[in-house]
């Protein structure tokens, strides 16, 4: 079956400017989780939703960061005024089940501002 | 201190060597052990997964864990050009997966 999807897979932005990033979960996947992993580095949890329920934001390191899911589908995720340290690898990944669930990850956007 | 330390490497040997990667992490409070591997521009994948001390084995792969000394391993025996990737150690606490910086492991046939 299909994994999880994001798009796009590069963006190269200019410092400032805003960007949107997507994410499509597994089908029937309840929990979707964003980490970015900066050049070298593991990753960074940002936020994850599980279900209706309010999203789990303590990972998000400023309030230019910013992520919505609808319903149990697709998510994206904003960051505004970007700077040239958000650039980074942004991950999206999703379980059956929050917690200990097996999380699948898609291949990431890659994002680069200049 | 990191709630999760990993060397980042990197590590290169022959094939057919036996690897060993480790972390270590803070709080004894964690419960869930994981493996990830990830290749050149993807995502993570789930290797194997434990949460008890002691070994767990797959195939060439072993998972250990230490919970009195906060130590977990990953060996990899007979190792083949094709584990060539990075190795994120993964532990769920704190209501989240906390990551290891990823070791990156290269197999030189």
């Known amino acids: 079956g299909a994994g999880v999807s994001q798009s796009p897979s590069n963006k190269v932005t200019e410092k400032g400017k805003d960007v949107e990033l997507r994410c499509d979960p597994i089908?029937?996947?309840?929990?979707l989780y964003w980490y970015r992993q900066r050049l070298g580095q593991g990753l960074e949890f940002l936020i994850y939703f599980q279900g209706n329920s309010a999203p789990d934001k303590s990972g998000l390191p400023s309030d230019r960061f910013s992520a919505e899911r609808t319903g149990e589908s697709v998510s994206t995720l904003t960051i505004q005024r970007t700077q040239q340290e958000d650039s980074a690898v942004y991950l999206c990944?999703?379980?059956?089940?929050?917690?200990?669930?097996?999380?699948?990850f898609g291949p990431g956007t890659r994002l680069t501002v200049l | 201190q990191k709630e999760v330390e990993q060397d980042p490497g990197p590590l290169s040997v022959p094939e057919g060597a036996i690897v060993s990667l480790n972390c270590t992490y803070s709080?004894?409070?964690?419960?869930?052990f994981m493996w990830y591997r990830q290749y050149s521009r993807k995502g993570p994948e789930l290797l194997m997964y434990?949460?008890?001390?002691g070994n767990k084995e797959d195939g060439r792969f072993t998972a250990q864990v230490d919970k009195s000394s906060k130590y977990i391993s990953l060996f990899i025996r007979d190792s083949q050009p094709s584990d060539s990737a990075t190795y994120l150690c993964a532990i769920w606490g704190a209501q989240k997966l906390v990551f290891g910086q990823g070791t990156r492991l290269t197999i030189n046939p």
């Open positions: 089908s029937g996947h309840t929990a």
């Open positions: 990944a999703s379980s059956l089940f929050y917690g200990t669930d097996t999380q699948y």
């Open positions: 709080n004894s409070a964690f419960q869930y």
């Open positions: 434990t949460y008890s001390s």
